[in-house]
């Protein structure tokens, strides 16, 4: 069945890059997504990748798919402290036409 | 432009209780869904739907009620409200070719 595994905690320091993992196991996906969420409030969609794409880049973040490991990673450059949130990845199941997330990474950004 | 509106944002409810969530969108979206989010446990799929008069079920349907009368509103019905059902739901909108889902601001559910 589908299944989205990231892990859940990573920590920073202000100014480096942050890199979250995810993995995936749907093949037939077509777009992979991540979101973020702060707290209290609800899911606001960073950037997405076609699944026929290896990378995608947008101002700081930068978006690598390896699909031949379904691997996903999201960077984040020059890491600030309102990056503080909980990043989820999520998998397109066309074929359900639903999102299926992961449990989501909670990145600190410490001074 | 109001995107996706969710009320109420906060809910109470006693064990056995009834209620509905109510999910409207402004965007005319085809797609609709209703998620509910534990901690660690990500996003949960509860229903769907693909347009008015078209709904299905998702990974944790039981226990709830879905209906699609119009495009723009997408209502959960808790039929007998659990402690199991603390939760805060998001209810989300897609158009269709469209490249993400647009989610609402939430609703935080305790049942006592």
Known sequence: GEDVEQSLFLSVREGDSSVINCTYTDSSSTYLYWYKQEPGAGLQLLTYIFSNMDMKQDQRLTVLLNKKDKHLSLRIADTQTGDSAIYFCAEFSGGYNKLIFGAGTRLAVHP | ?112
Request: charged content about 15%.
């Open chain 2, 1 to 112: 432009n109001a995107g996706v509106t969710q009320t109420p944002k906060f809910q109470v409810l006693k064990t056995g209780q009834s209620m509905t969530l109510q999910c409207a969108q402004d965007m005319n979206h085809e797609y609709m869904s209703w998620y509910r989010q534990d901690p660690g446990m990500g996003l949960r799929l509860i229903h769907y739907s693909v347009g008015a008069g078209i709904t299905d079920q998702g990974e944790v349907p039981n226990g709830y009620n879905v209906s699609r009368s119009t495009t723009e509103d997408f209502p959960l019905r808790l039929l007998s409200a659990a402690p199991s059902q603390t939760s805060v739901y998001f209810c989300a909108s897609r158009g269709t070719g469209g490249y993400g889902y647009t989610f609402g601001s939430g609703t935080r559910l305790t049942v006592v």
